[in-house]
């Protein structure tokens, strides 16, 4: 097949050199910058810069939210008729209300996606052949026909991704804003106490695991909360109210409270360790 990957960023990159490590499909590039598209050919990360998308059967568009629709959008009639066009976004509702009914009344297949798996640098300098390895591939196939879900399938194991996950955009919406998103807003608000100015020689593996995420790009997460806030809301809401048991059995010096939140958790966390094996 011919893979068009539009935006070669961190996740873009790392699609076009899994491509190219991987299999045997021809793999073209779109970007805004120059430069980045003749470093991705020197380093045959992609075989060219894509000039027409027609000659597309797969068109990954790795770009923010907005620009992505934008993109879907602009070149609706300029896709392949019969091919697959899919997405990396973070947020699947407002990506797919946004352009799958336009794009497939040109003929060609919308399968929104999310690739669980980053990093916490972007730009195409940090992209990696085996960042997708072993990871999860959430897809809202949608009604779409069945050999393109197949075919679409099939990409992302050879590309080193561990498993598939099919759901509906509104449930990974729902499921993302816990497992993702709220992670990076504790992140980012954690980190933000006056004690961080002391914590040279007294951190470890603890303080770098909840503060890791917190160096984010703020242009792509203000993107992504704001056009999924009400089940972010939702999860705000839920921690800050279990923030409050601990602080209630803090304050009142209940060590039978702090002690039976305590070993809830443990409990909940070694079940979800169970179910990810």
């Given at each position: ?133 072993n990871a999860s591939f959430i897809m ?33 919406d729902e499921i993302i804003a816990y ?99």
């Amino acid at each position: 097949m011919v893979i068009t990957v539009v935006g070669l960023g961190l996740i873009g990159g790392s699609f076009c050199k899994a491509i190219k490590e991987k299999t045997n499909h021809t793999c073209l590039g779109v970007d805004l910058s120059e430069d980045v598209i003749k470093k991705a050919i020197s380093e045959k990360t992609i075989d060219g810069e894509c000039k027409d998308l027609s000659v597309s059967d797969i068109t990954i568009i790795c770009l923010y939210p907005e620009a992505t629709v934008e993109f879907i959008l602009n070149n609706k009639e300029k896709f392949k008729k019969g091919s697959i066009v899919t997405d990396v976004c973070g947020i699947k509702e407002y990506i797919v209300s946004s352009v799958k009914n336009d794009v497939e009344e040109c003929g060609v297949t919308f399968i929104g996606a999310h690739p669980m798996a980053g990093r916490e640098f972007s730009g195409y300098a940090y992209s990696l052949s085996d960042l997708y390895k072993n990871a999860s591939f959430i897809m809202t196939p949608e009604n779409a026909p069945e050999d393109a879900v197949s075919t679409l399938e099939k990409l992302v194991l050879d590309l080193g991704f561990g498993k598939v996950v099919k759901t509906t955009p509104r449930e990974h919406d729902e499921i993302i804003a816990y497992t993702s998103q709220l992670a990076h807003i504790v992140s980012s608000a954690y980190i933000k106490s006056p004690t961080l100015q002391k914590e040279v020689g007294f951190s470890a593996g603890s303080f770098k695991d909840l503060t890791r995420v917190a160096k984010l790009n703020e242009d792509m997460w203000t993107s992504l909360f704001i056009k999924n806030k009400e089940p972010l809301i939702f999860e705000i809401k839920e921690i800050t109210e279990r923030l409050s048991e601990y602080l209630n059995a803090l304050e009142n010096e209940d060590s039978a409270l702090m002690r039976e939140l305590l070993k809830n958790g443990r409990i909940l966390k070694e079940k979800s360790i169970e179910k990810n094996k």
